[in-house]
């Protein structure tokens, strides 16, 4: 038996595919293929069964969908029960997961795990615990690419890196590897157009700049060859030269940006050596005091000493990472007067950054204002200042006469006492002043620096560091999770030098309450990760609490309009929704994801989904209502000529719609199900058709039934998707079109026409009515009309400009000009993958590959037709659509007994299941199996067969990809 969770969920039996009915029973089968050959907790399957709440007989019934699954696989003791639980007994060879895993720890398996790959893993589970193990088999992937790109040369390399690296621009080190291998085949201007998608989409979509790494990457590109003798060689696909440092040194002085800062400040003295043991100036030691460059308690200009509450700069004797380019901009912010701000989320790293800046320049003024009041924060100034206030002066006035004889002054932690740190910076105008805070003082002349979170790569070392552990595909995970924030990546890698890493990655959804081992030195706000967010929740006023609370019902991004729905459009004080949103971002605690977009950081959401206020039942209520909303809307634009945007919103909307599909009432799911149809029909997202099954349940609507009938057409289950769309009364065009594909692939044409040409209403659907008529006729032989009909599907489609339905219009007179027409055939082809391609319409984009292969083998040489017919493989195993995946089999059945590859075209024939074709197809195929059996004979073709039928379809295709390689190594057709 062979598991599949690289792409579409498959299995694999001795007797061919194994279907599995009950999605209980895939999720049962999926989890335990994860863990082959070792056992399963019960209590681990009920909560993939029923991640919300397991139900009071969830061990009976876990039993029950066992029992049930045992006999769908038909092998005995492949599932058994012991003491620790299910275990599920198969090879780890037999699982493509666990075997890509394997193929990771061979230095030669990079290859051959990069061709396990069909797609995105587990797309049909979307919870835990499927979502850590498809994020964490995607790294993997991601590693193995880069790795076997580095064995091939540079146009191989980028030819393989470049549909990855366009699909995830973000996608750091394969954007840097892609640039490395054009630069190394030729392409530059390529190369840097890699670079500046990549820079654009960390900003757009991330809120980041671009890493030294990348940038450094664009100027050696940039920088002219060295002369060919002098030019080093290096493998192809990696950097083009080594990048410089994205750490900063490990000592606790930052020298580069301190020696840069002490020469923009006059009379400054250099920074000291990072080994010397001596404290910096301004730390340690008592006024007066002899540093190695001088007084420290002296001032400049025989002022106030600087000793005493305020003028330690504060000292950490660990590493600090990957703030250079931060620490250079601050510097560079410093270079003359005023106020510069360093805003960003709790435990970003504020503090740290201004300490390791500004360390080495004597006369620096620090005063800590986290444990101040705002009553207080005046006197603590004057203080670390050393003003000396009397009863009659004004203070501001006598402050900011003292913090001018100090080359700078800081104010750390200010958050909570913002008004009276705007007044005191005003009053400062004249002095350098670095204010750190949660949100920006907002007032004139502030110049701001915004601290994100670290970089993966960085993020990834200082864990591993702190933890002393070996860099892994887990510890990415676990910095991903704790978005990247210094703090509590340091917090984790304290429980992690205990705990191990993999049980710290295992209880991250307790992360609030795990991460509470910081240092006793610390503040104490800073000693767990829970301090850290309820620091910052306490800030907020009731109503800026009470929406951060409803915007935690969120999974993804969302839009002012989509937190004003969950809300009520304005807040329950009255307060407009637009106005408390602008706050949060203020104060980090939500972020801009793109334009128009916004999204609560990860600790955030959990903390305050802790404390979800009385309202939370209706504010998921309005949630569900809310994204219901949204995808009835884009169900319409999906058929206007701005489609391709509908998709995108879509792809961005489906955690939420999970979500709102998951919780919404009975009504709201089949609304969902039936708005989502015709995306998860064309796009072929056989996840979303599978929510059709709530009208089963709920109030039934037509569209929603067609959903899922639409999932049973693609697995193959006929009969079920028939049963499925008769029960929608009345049909509509929806369960037309599905009835329709349903007789077509059984070859009853009159059936089929009859419910495409029913199909009426919107013009996109009176579009795929035509084209379903054009296919039927064009199949029975009655070319001269099936051309008439689809001519007539493309002006229609035209006039609408929707680009599915011209797409799927071209197609459908490609088809019928296929044997009288074929150059013509192959033009329309062409362009309906043309116009699939942008807008995910995977359905068409495959067919049409897949036609255009057929005329090319019809009517040309069968060599490049079978070359080409790799891409149409590729293209049917993304869209995961078992029936029409299988009716293109057929045609490479006849292209390679046409080349020759008898062999292969036997053991292929013998898995493809039988099914009914139409008479030019039953044609062909008989000729093509009399010319098999007339060279091997059939005593041959029987075993050769007989053989297919064990492998199965699925793997019966890899064997014949394999054949088709081999073939065009040997040059035949």
């Not at 503040?523 to 951060?548: I, K, Q």
């Not at 008898?902 to 024939?909: I, N, P, R, W, Y």
């Amino acid at each position: 038996m062979l598991v599949r969770v690289l792409g579409p969920f498959e299995v694999d039996g001795e007797d061919g595919p194994v279907v599995l009915a009950g999605a209980s029973q895939r999720v049962i089968l999926a989890a335990l293929a994860l863990n082959a050959g070792r056992p399963v907790t019960v209590s681990a399957l009920a909560d993939a069964l029923w991640p919300e709440s397991p139900p009071a007989s969830a061990r009976n019934s876990l039993q029950s969908h066992v029992a049930r699954l045992r006999s769908r696989l038909a092998t005995p003791g492949r599932i058994t029960l012991g003491p620790a639980g299910y275990r599920l007994d198969l090879p780890r060879s037999h699982v493509d997961a666990l075997h890509l895993e394997d193929l990771a720890h061979d230095p030669a398996g990079a290859a051959e795990a990069v061709a396990l790959w069909r797609g995105d893993p587990l797309p049909e589970f979307p919870g835990d615990p499927f979502r850590a193990a498809a994020a964490r088999l995607t790294g993997l992937y991601r590693t193995m690419l880069v790795r076997h790109a580095a064995a091939l040369t540079a146009t191989e390399a980028a030819t393989l890196l470049q549909p990855p690296v366009d699909a995830d621009p973000c996608w750091e080190e394969g954007a840097v590897t892609l640039a490395g291998a054009l630069t190394a085949a030729g392409r530059r201007a390529d190369a840097l157009e890699v670079l500046r998608r990549h820079s654009d989409a960390v900003i757009d979509r991330l809120g980041l700049d671009p890493s030294a790494q990348v940038r450094q990457t664009q100027l050696t590109i940039l920088r002219p060859p060295l002369p060919a003798a002098a030019e080093p060689s290096a493998p192809v696909g990696t950097a083009v030269a080594p990048p410089e440092p994205v750490l900063a040194a490990a000592s606790p002085t930052s020298v580069p940006a301190a020696a840069e800062l002490s020469a923009l400040l006059p009379g400054t003295p250099a920074p000291p050596s990072p080994l010397s043991t001596r404290p910096a100036p301004g730390v340690g030691g008592p006024a007066g005091s002899q540093g190695p460059f001088g007084a420290v308690g002296a001032a400049p200009g025989g002022g106030p000493g600087l000793a005493g509450a305020g003028s330690g700069v504060p000292l950490r004797f660990s590493s600090f990472l990957g703030r250079a380019e931060e620490q250079q901009r601050l510097a560079a912010l410093l270079a003359g007067p005023g106020l510069v701000s360093v805003v960003g989320p709790g435990g970003v790293g504020k503090t740290r950054l201004v300490a390791e800046t500004v360390r080495a320049v004597a006369g620096v003024a620090w005063v800590d204002a986290a444990g101040v009041r705002a009553e207080d924060l005046v006197e603590a100034l004057a203080v670390g200042v050393g003003a000396r206030v009397a009863p009659a002066d004004d203070p501001f006035a006598v402050i900011a006469a003292a913090a001018a004889r100090h080359r700078i002054v800081v104010l750390d932690n200010c958050e909570h006492v913002l008004g009276t740190a705007a007044d005191l910076a005003v009053a400062l105008h004249g002095v350098r002043l670095v204010v750190t805070s949660q949100e920006s003082l907002r007032v004139d002349g502030e110049q701001v620096l915004r601290l994100g979170p670290l970089a993966a790569d960085v993020g990834r070392r200082l864990f591993c560091e702190r933890a002393g552990a070996p860099e892994s595909e887990l510890v990415g995970e676990i910095v991903e999770r704790l978005d990247l924030l210094p703090l509590a990546i340091e917090l984790a890698a304290t429980q992690a030098a205990a705990l191990g890493v993999a049980e710290l990655h295992a209880r991250l959804d307790d992360r609030l309450d795990l991460l509470s081992r910081g240092s006793r030195a610390a503040d104490p706000r800073h000693r767990t990760l829970r301090a850290v967010v309820a620091w910052s929740f306490g800030l907020l006023d009731e109503p800026s609490a009470g929406l951060l609370q409803r915007l935690a019902v969120f999974a993804g991004t969302f839009t002012v309009a989509a937190a004003e729905a969950v809300s009520a459009s304005r807040s329950a004080s009255g307060a407009p929704v637009a106005a408390l949103l602008a706050g949060l971002v203020d104060r980090s605690l939500v972020v801009r994801d793109g334009p128009g977009r916004f999204r609560l950081l990860e600790t955030v959401r959990a903390f305050a989904s802790e404390s979800p206020g009385a309202d939370r039942a209706a504010t998921e209520a309005r949630h569900a209502e809310a994204m219901a909303a949204a995808a009835i809307d884009l169900d319409g634009r999906m058929r206007g000529p701005d489609q391709a945007a509908a998709v995108r919103e879509v792809d961005a909307l489906l955690p939420d719609l999970r979500l709102a599909f998951a919780r919404g009432e009975p009504a709201v799911r089949v609304r969902l199900a039936a708005a989502m149809y015709r995306y998860g029909y064309r796009c072929q997202q056989y996840e979303v058709l599978a929510w059709g099954r709530a009208a089963l349940d709920g109030p039934p609507h037509p569209d929603a039934f067609a959903a899922a009938a639409t999932h049973a057409w693609g697995r193959g289950d006929l009969a079920e998707a028939r049963e499925l769309a008769g029960r929608a009364d009345p049909p509509g065009a929806a369960a037309h079109e599905v009835l329709g594909d349903v007789a077509l692939v059984a070859c009853e044409a009159d059936t089929a026409l009859a419910h495409y040409r029913a199909m009426d209403g919107h013009p996109v659907h009176r579009v795929s009515g035509l084209v379903g008529e054009a296919l039927v006729l064009a199949w029975s032989g009655r070319v001269a009309e099936a051309t008439a009909v689809a001519g007539e599907a493309v002006l229609l489609a035209d006039a609408t400009g929707n680009p599915s339905a011209r797409a799927e219009a071209r197609y459908g007179l490609g088809e019928a000009l296929g044997d009288t027409d074929p150059v013509c055939a192959l033009a329309l082809l062409a362009e309906a993958v043309e116009l699939a391609g942008p807008v995910d319409d995977r359905l068409f984009q495959a067919a049409a590959g897949t036609a255009a292969v057929a005329v090319r083998s019809r009517h040309g040489e069968p060599g490049p037709a079978l070359a080409e017919f790799r891409e149409v493989l590729r293209l049917w195993r993304r869209a995961g659509n078992d029936t029409l995946h299988t009716a293109a089999l057929r045609n490479l059945l006849v292209l390679l007994a046409r080349v020759g590859a008898d062999e292969a075209a036997a053991v292929l024939d013998g898995a493809l299941p039988v099914a009914a074709v139409y008479p030019a197809e039953a044609a062909r195929l008989r000729r093509a199996r009399e010319a098999v059996a007339e060279r091997l004979g059939s005593e041959r073709v029987a075993v050769l067969r007989r053989h297919g039928e064990l492998l199965g379809p699925a793997r019966a295709t890899e064997a014949a990809a394999r054949a088709i390689d081999v073939t065009l190594a040997q040059g035949c057709g």
